[in-house]
Structures are given as structure tokens and as C-alpha cells.
Nanobody, 124 residues
Framework: QVQLVESGGGLVQAGGPLRLSCAAS????????MGWFRQAPGKEREFVAA????????IFTDSVKGRFTISRDNAKNMVYLQMNSLKPEDTAVYYC?????????????????WGQGTQVTVSS
């Protein structure tokens, strides 16, 4: 069993930064790739970013490349999503997820554990 708790969401003006954090517990953290997903009202949940178990490989959806970075601290069981140059279209509930393997992936089905989500609202 894995528990994930996100934090750091809030209201930010367009162009501003925000950092999301996800605290994980319950299993060997480094054995899981970690991902961030988001879901806007009326839309399906979409992949944002993922990082491998070792932290040496990351992937991003095209719309956030160059603006978002993902990192992890395996000693602290934490994963972070640094979001810069935020746009109104980034507004969504952001979810942290733990994958079933160490391989970073954008596939929702590969993630077995999810946090409760944190709201990010970007005003124009």
C-alpha cells in the first residue's frame, strides 16, 4: 500500500511560478516511477510529467516542456513539480501518482496509487 499526499496548490497569476510537492509512504519509494497528472473541469485526466525511480530520466507532455520540471528526493520520499510561466490553461486539479515499476511512463494504467489532488488556479 502506498499513500500519497500532495501540497502546494493555490491561486497564482499568469506567468508566475508554483511548486507542488508530493509526500509518499508505504513502500520502497525508489522502486516506483512517479508521475503528475491533471484534470480540468469537464476534461479527462491528462499526463503532465513523470520521473524514473532513480530520478535520472524524466518525460513531459508537450504543453509543459520548457516550463515545468519534475524532481524527486528519494531520501525524503518526496517528488516535486516546479511550474513556471503558468498559463490559465494550466488550471486543474493536479494529482501525484506512483507507478508499478521504476520506468517513467505517461500511461495512466501503469500507475497504481494516487493522491487526493491539489487545486491549481491560474488567473489571467
Amino acid at each position: 500500500q502506498v499513500q500519497l499526499v500532495e501540497s502546494g496548490g493555490g491561486l497564482v497569476q499568469a506567468g508566475g511560478p508554483l511548486r507542488l510537492s508530493c509526500a509518499a509512504s508505504g513502500r520502497t519509494f525508489s522502486s516506483s516511477a512517479m508521475g503528475w497528472f491533471r484534470q480540468a473541469p469537464g476534461k479527462e485526466r491528462e499526463f503532465v510529467a513523470a520521473i524514473s525511480g532513480s530520478g535520472d530520466y524524466t518525460i513531459f507532455t508537450d504543453s509543459v516542456k520548457g516550463r515545468f520540471t519534475i524532481s524527486r528526493d528519494n531520501a525524503k520520499n518526496m517528488v516535486y513539480l516546479q511550474m513556471n510561466s503558468l498559463k490559465p490553461e494550466d488550471t486543474a486539479v493536479y494529482y501525484c501518482a506512483a507507478a508499478r515499476s521504476r520506468v517513467a511512463t505517461s500511461r495512466v494504467v501503469m500507475y497504481g496509487y494516487w493522491g487526493q489532488g491539489t487545486q491549481v488556479t491560474v488567473s489571467s
